[in-house]
């Protein structure tokens, strides 16, 4: 039940829907029930599911961009647009972050960026902030 959980609140927390995992994924760390690499597996797999999710949802939604419903300006469109052909692929590593981060998932999957690619680029980043966030837990609780 505790890893449902955690997976839950990381597939929830990766898409544009608010939640945390940080919390939940301490929470269990602390509590010392899971062994640790099976916490940020988990966590890890949730995180990144949620962010193919986005991809889809930008792989697909960015063909309805015209109209009236449609959630983000024109404007707001093309400046993500333009900052991800800047920056490129290599941003998802940073999809991890707060606020920009699962933007940055949609913004790929409009864009087309190739699946392997994206998965791999945003795993890299999403199971190295929940191994440090590990690490770190209990490094202090230890």
Known sequence: ?????LFTAAFLAATL????SEAVLIALLLKGDVAPWLLVATASAGNVLGAIVNWL???FLEHFRHRS???VSEAALVR???????VGRWSLLLSWLPVVGDPLTV???TLREPLGSFVLLVAIGKVGRYVVLAV?????AG
């Open 1 to 5: 039940m505790e890893l449902a959980g």
């Open 17 to 20: 829907l608010p939640a945390q």
């Open 57 to 59: 949802l930008g792989r």
């Open 69 to 71: 419903w449609f959630p």
């Open 80 to 86: 993500a647009q333009r900052w991800y052909h800047k």
């Open 107 to 109: 913004v790929a999957g």
């Open 136 to 140: 770190a837990t209990l490094g202090v």
